[in-house]
């Protein structure tokens, strides 16, 4: 669930919302006098995989990030049964309940899906484009040196001039510091 700019803003948010669910269903035993490793384990399996869910696609910012890490904080805090006016650090909560920082797993599951894809053998496009390489030699128009790959990788060619499609765009998004002039 993005926006036509990419943002995830409002994903994060509704995952943080659909974490609090499974915690709330569980708030008895997460105030209950069970052993703290226990209270770890049920956290873990079920509320800490519910607000990643998904995020192996995010692109996401330090504030979203930090947005998760709050919301996973103060969790932490009702497990233990200690509020803000405590004055407890975070590192000691995170050393009293030993929870997977959100940052940490969200970063996991990412490289795990970055793995997926590149083990990809069915010829699909996302491994050509990560095996592509921009041509380096000069060439006399534009228009060769910045095709884009998709495009070349199929077969279909630009008709307009480079600086007028999408591709030429990407490209400049994906190598800002090759000057496209030169």
């Not at 228009?143 to 990407?170: I, M, V, Y």
Request: proline fraction near 5%.
């Amino acid at each position: 669930m993005t926006t036509s700019d990419g943002c995830f803003e409002k994903e994060v948010t509704r995952r943080i919302q659909l974490g609090w669910v499974p915690f709330g269903k569980l708030r008895d035993i997460f105030s209950s006098k069970i052993p703290q490793c226990l209270k770890t384990k049920v956290f873990e399996q079920c509320v800490l995989r519910v607000m990643p869910y998904g995020s192996e696609t995010w692109s996401l910012t330090m504030g979203l990030i930090r947005r998760l890490r709050i919301t996973q904080r103060a969790m932490e805090r009702a497990m233990l049964g200690v509020s803000l006016r405590d004055q407890i650090r975070n590192e000691e909560i995170r050393r009293r309940t030993r929870v997977t920082d959100i940052a940490q797993r969200v970063a996991k599951l990412k490289w795990k899906w970055a793995g997926h894809i590149a083990r990809r053998t069915d010829g699909r496009w996302g491994s050509k484009l990560l095996e592509w390489q921009p041509r380096t030699e000069k060439t006399s128009t534009l228009r060769g040196a910045f095709e884009c790959p998709s495009k070349r990788l199929s077969g279909l060619q630009n008709e307009e001039p480079p600086h007028n499609t999408r591709c030429f765009k990407d490209y400049c998004l994906l190598y800002p510091t090759l000057d496209p002039t030169t």
